[in-house]
Structure formats: structure tokens, C-alpha cells
């Protein structure tokens, strides 16, 4: 009989949202009436319209498709020059990093780069993620082997984590072992939390002294304000020899329903063969690509071009505006209710420390009783989330005000 | 150091392609007046507009995007419901098959599907392809290392090729060994080529005999013109407990370039664990698409929904009439001019045998000399392509028939 991929049986069921979604329900069951006041706090989605710019490119696209002069079929797997020259000038070189377009891989999502990048590293490699995690950086690795099974706390043996806790202001500490992939988010989900340029620097002189590869999520760089916070892993001397950087167009500019992403893979990254040769790992993500992708959309592609004009990335940053100005409403009305808060500033996350003697799940059901607010329990993304919630500025101003009102009656 | 996956190392360099490109570039260089007037006619990718259906379907979902109330974020990894319950009704339940709508999984390109599911079967199972064969499908198992070394020829030590030949009218004998997993593509890319009723129920008997699983590719399932042939693999009764089906829009409604396929993953389907119990495949994909995958862009998926209503539908008839026209006159001129020739009937493709004594890039370097016309060499898809050559229906009319004119003075 043909045989599956084992290593599926050793993932925990989805038990976060799932979780979350049934205490709602049973909730609403029985309080039918705050079925019209609730508020969800707790989702990572895009609440507000696409760019203008982004629709009217994506229009002019379709119309090309529809005239025999104009038609496209296949474009390149790794996506179209016009955009990858776009993403180098706009994204890097304005930033004073210098990235070749051949090294920019167009992508329908940071999700799925996220878990194919894997395909091509080695099934031996000891993966470190931080704690709390986005939970598809662990799932995508036991699913490919690069774990044992799970322990009763949802972790599994096998993997490395990286404790985040305000004492080291949500940026793990160095480790003493060895680990050879290192899954960094920058501004980070869940915590809202961002990385200075010297706790960067520091992780890319451990990557490079040991040769490790990090694995660096900026799928929210476009939040961050504070103009000394690098955007990119590869502001750091040295970077391009160690990482590889996830970026999106999901949560900056409504895309989530629309899938854009890319990849930045330098050159000078090596890694090592099983015949003990150094490997640069550029053509092995070029054969992945080429091989099992066949490129994103002609018409999203020219919608995340659009962008990057003048009308396109003023609509982004509005955007921006929005969200970060419901961050900023949600952490005063929270610091105003006498709770701890860290994110909110440079990220569209809030992390909140649930009032002493609290677990999260007990914050979870207080705010859901209470106040009718859905937020997600911080224990859902690891140990070290424990004793924490999250709040999402994704949401509409009227919402995020009523939000407010109601913590302040707390 | 960090380790990467060295099964790539095993992958021959593409080499078709390339060396195609190269010697026409290399023609074109000591015959520069033959630069107006060569005729590719190797292209597998569609070259007619895109449906007006699918391009005003795809114009409202945008507008929907543009506006708060109507704005969608994330949908269902798997696909929304709209898509999924037209592919039941119009695909299966049309031709008295029925499969359940969370069966369909909505994808953006049977090349990712075909890689995609690899992910979820144990690396240990016996693949066994068609030769001729579509590179990708041996390319993605040697990568996730379901195979030895390369040969000089081409072929990788482990893999099973299964000879298709005039002999067997291009269907496969049952081989007398147990293989795991066997890719069926009908009709087939390269050989043009469909398989009956009762060739595809032997091999079913075959797959449950052995509990092997099929991985039928019908991306070419709607260029069926012969009312007999079936269309999809679940038209043998049994299927549904050996095959998974791989559909695209790609051919059919020229989405090449817009990305949308779907793959069918009956639940009946079973698998063993490496503990030895049995498993049914589908919560596998589901969990992989859910994890790896974040859905097809909503305006594609409208776009794609689109294909079924009648206007829809009647514009893929016009796309499918009118190279199926191609294939005609393509079919008609090279049997006039003495040619032996499979395919090109009841798909885009045609199959020719070289004239007695040439090899495939001998054919090819003819008909690029006398005739400035770009085929594509036979033995570029397999040992049993040696002495055929392919020549694609996806063209306009005026080169066909200009293609048919040079053929008739040859």
C-alpha cells in the first residue's frame, strides 16, 4: 500500500482559533443578545478597501488579457521584471541596501514561502523559533520531519524556543547550543514587539560565527514608525551571507484576499551539501520555484506595481495611518485601564499582560463576558505567551472607539 | 553550517528548453531574414484573450474589494464555497460523478498541486511515470529524494518509467512489479493522446489490487471531443478509492497567466502509516493546504466561477473550437505530407514520427532550416520520445496555417 507523510500524526489538532470560536459560540448561546455588540479583536485580517491605485492597475491588466495584442500567458515563475525592479529600488535601495532583482522571488503569500523555503534546507537542521511563535513556523517543520512529537504543552521535542518576555524586550537572548535555522519576526506576531539594530546585529553575528541560517519574517516592516528601527534584516552588515527575508503586501495594502508576497534570497548565502561542500542556496530556490511554482497572477502582480507609484503608496501609507492610529487608541484606552502593554507602536499588535493571577484563557472569558471583546489568548502561541493577551488594530475606527469606551468602564 | 536539501543536486539541468532556445538563436544568427517569418510551434501556453466572462466577473470582484461593506480579507485556504460547488455540479455531477464540494481544493496551478501533494506521501513509496513524460513529475520526486541518481540519458535509477508507444496506443501496460504511485495524464502532454474507458478501469483494478495510488493529471480533459472518452478519472467506478484528479483552468479558459487549478481528494482514499494503520488522505491535503497555502486570490476565483455560467461556458467552447481547429488543419497537413501522426484529435497536441532514419533533433534541425518552424524534439520527454516530435495546437489561426502551407512543400 502507498504510504503517507508520518510526520502529519505527530502535528496537535489547530487548537487556538478553533478553541477560541467555540467558547464565542457557547457564549453567544447563552447571552443571545451580544450578538450584535460583539467586538473580534482578535484577528490578524485586513478590515479596510484596497488602494485605488491597486484596482485600477489590476483593471487595466484584465483588459490587456482580454485583446489578442496585449495577452499574456505564462509569465516568469519568479515573477515579472517590472515588479521585481520595483520591490529592489523602492524597498531597498531607498533604504541604502543593495538587493539584485534576480535575488527577489514573487510569491502568492509569506505563508507559503514561509513553508517551501524549507524544501530545499536539509531534513537535519535544528530549528529554533521564538516563544510565542506564529504556530505554521513549527507545523510547516514537523511536517517535514524536523521534530519528535509533540509534549503535553502543545511544543514539540526536537525544536529549539527562544524565550520572549520583557526582560529581554521580546528579543530572545543568544543561545549557547548551536542551531542552524533561526525563524526571527520583525515587527513580530504576536507581541507587536520590534528588533533595534544592535539586538539584530547581534543574531547576525551568531548566524554568521556558526554558519546558521535566519529565516527573517518583515511581513509587518510597513508599521513601523520609529525611523531607527531597521526595516530589513539586511540593514545589518553582514546579513547577506546568513538570511533570507519574507516580506508581504498582505497586511500594508489589503492584499490578504488578493496574495503577494516575496522573497529575498542573496547570493552569497551558502549552505552545505551532504558531501560537505559549500553550496550557494540561490540556484536551489530558483530550481524550487521554476520546478513547483508556475508564478503569481499577471493581474496582481501589476496591482503590487501600482503600489509603488506616488497615488499607490500614499493609499498604503492612509492605510498605515488607519491601523497604527487604532494601535495608539487601543494602548492609551488599555493604559488607561491599568494594564501593562507592549507592541502598538511600530506594529498593528498590542501584547497585554493579563492582570495578576490571570492565566490568558481567564482574560480570554473575562473580556468575552464583560465587554463582549473576542481577544486571542497569548498561551495559544507557546509557554512563553502564558499570562498575556493579544489585541488586533486591524479593525474598523468605530469599532476600535467602542473598544476603547468600553476598557475604560473596566 | 546549516545543511540544504542535496537530492537537488541529483536533477539534470533542464535541458530541452535551453537547448532549443539556443539552437534557434544560433539559426537566427547565420540567418537573420528568417527572424520575420519562424513560427514556434513547441509552446504548450495559450495564446488567445481571456474569456469577457471571466473579465467582467473579475472586474466586480475588485470593485467589491474597493468598497468597506463588500471588502474580503483572507478566504478559505481550501477555496470559497461559490467555486467549489459549480466544479461539483458542472465538472463531476454533470457527467454522473459525484464528489463532494469539500473534496475540490482550489489551487493556483496544477504544477503546484502536482508538487504540493508529494508532500503529503511517504518518501519511501515506488513512483512510476509515463514515458514520455512531463518533466515536472519526475523533476519534484527527485527533489524530495523518491529516487537515485540521474542515467546518462536522462532517467533517474528508482524511478519506474512506463514505455508508451503505438504499440499501446501511449496507455501504459500494467506492469508486472507493485509500483506506489503512478501519474496518468489523458489527454496527454506530450503524445496528444486519450485513454478509453477500459484502459483507464484496468489500471484502477490495478491500484486497488495493489492499493496503489493514481495521480491523474486531466488538464487537457476539456479538448475531449470523442463522447466516449472519459473526462475524469471518477467516471471508472473504484476511482474514488485510488486517484486523486488534477484539473486546471490554465488551457481551457487561458488562465495561464491568472493562476487557477483545483485538485480532487476523495475521502474513500486510504493510506498506511509508517505505524502500519490505515488513514484516508484527505485530512493530510486539507491540513497541508491550511497550513502551506493561504487560497487563491478572490478576484481569480470569481473570475474562474465566471467559466461555468452560459456565457462563460460558451466562450470556452469558442477557446477550445478554435484550437481544436489548429490541431486539425495541423493534423490534415502533416498527414498530406506524408507523416505519421498521433494526437491532435481530442487534444492540443500532436505526436509525429520522424521519417525513417532521423532522430527527434534531427527532425528539429530540418524543420528549423527548410521550414523556419520550432517544434519540439520528442526525446526531450523521455527515451520512448526518441523519433517523435511534438507540435502544439495553441497558436492563431493565421500561423497554423502558414505552418500548414511550409508542410505541404516539404
Chains 1, 2 share one sequence.
Not at 527577489?104 to 521564538?130: E, H, P, R, Y
Amino acid at each position: 500500500m502507498f504510504s503517507l507523510n508520518s510526520n502529519y500524526l505527530k502535528l496537535k489538532a489547530g487548537y487556538l482559533f478553533p478553541e477560541i470560536a467555540r467558547r464565542v459560540q457557547a457564549f453567544l448561546d447563552t447571552h443571545p443578545e451580544a450578538v450584535t455588540d460583539l467586538i473580534r479583536c482578535g484577528i490578524g485580517d485586513v478590515t479596510e478597501p484596497l488602494p485605488l491605485a491597486a484596482r485600477e492597475a489590476m483593471h487595466e491588466a484584465i483588459e490587456e488579457l482580454g485583446q489578442p495584442a496585449t495577452f499574456r500567458g505564462y509569465g516568469p515563475e519568479q515573477g515579472y521584471d517590472f515588479l521585481r525592479k520595483l520591490i529592489t529600488q523602492h524597498d531597498y535601495a531607498a533604504r541604502g541596501v543593495s538587493i539584485a532583482e534576480d535575488e527577489i522571488f514573487i510569491s502568492d503569500g509569506s505563508k507559503c514561502d514561509g513553508a517551501n523555503i524549507l524544501d530545499i534546507l536539509g531534513t537535519q537542521n535544528q530549528i529554533a523559533v521564538m516563544d510565542p511563535v506564529y504556530p505554521v513556523y513549527v507545523d510547516t517543520n514537523v511536517m517535514r520531519g524536523r521534530s519528535s512529537d509533540a509534549r503535553e504543552d502543545g511544543s514539540y521535542e526536537g525544536i529549539t524556543y527562544l524565550e520572549c518576555t520583557p526582560e529581554n524586550a521580546f528579543v530572545p537572548e543568544i543561545p549557547k547550543e548551536k542551531v542552524d535555522i533561526i525563524y526571527l519576526c520583525y515587527p513580530n506576531n504576536p507581541t507587536g514587539t520590534v528588533a533595534s539594530h544592535a539586538a539584530l546585529s547581534a543574531w547576525v553575528e551568531y548566524a554568521r560565527r556558526h554558519q546558521s541560517l535566519i529565516l527573517f519574517d518583515a511581513a509587518y516592516e510597513a508599521f513601523i514608525q520609529d525611523p531607527n528601527i531597521p526595516h530589513s534584516i539586511y540593514e545589518i552588515p553582514g546579513a547577506r551571507e546568513c538570511a533570507i527575508e519574507l516580506r508581504s503586501f498582505s497586511k500594508k495594502a489589503g492584499f490578504t484576499g488578493v496574495r503577494c508576497a516575496f522573497t529575498v534570497v542573496p547570493k552569497e548565502l551558502m549552505g552545505i551539501t551532504s558531501a560537505g561542500t559549500q553550496r550557494s542556496l540561490h540556484p536551489f530556490w530558483l530550481r524550487r520555484m521554476t520546478t513547483s511554482f508556475n508564478g503569481v497572477s499577471y493581474i496582481t502582480q501589476r496591482g503590487a506595481a501600482a503600489l509603488y507609484i506616488p497615488q499607490g503608496k500614499a493609499e498604503v501609507e492612509t492605510l498605515i495611518h488607519h491601523y497604527m492610529g487604532n494601535a495608539t487608541i487601543l494602548r492609551d484606552a488599555l493604559l488607561a485601564s491599568h494594564h501593562t502593554v507592549y507592541g502598538g507602536t511600530n506594529a498593528p499588535y498590542l501584547w497585554i499582560k493579563s492582570p495578576q493571577g490571570e492565566t490568558s484563557w481567564q482574560t480570554f472569558d473575562r473580556m468575552l463576558d464583560h465587554h463582549h471583546i473576542v481577544v486571542t489568548p497569548g498561551s495559544g502561541f507557546g509557554k512563553a505567551g502564558e499570562g498575556y493577551f493579544r489585541i488586533s488594530a486591524f479593525n474598523s475606527r468605530k469599532k476600535v472607539l467602542e473598544v476603547a469606551q468600553r476598557l475604560s468602564h473596566s
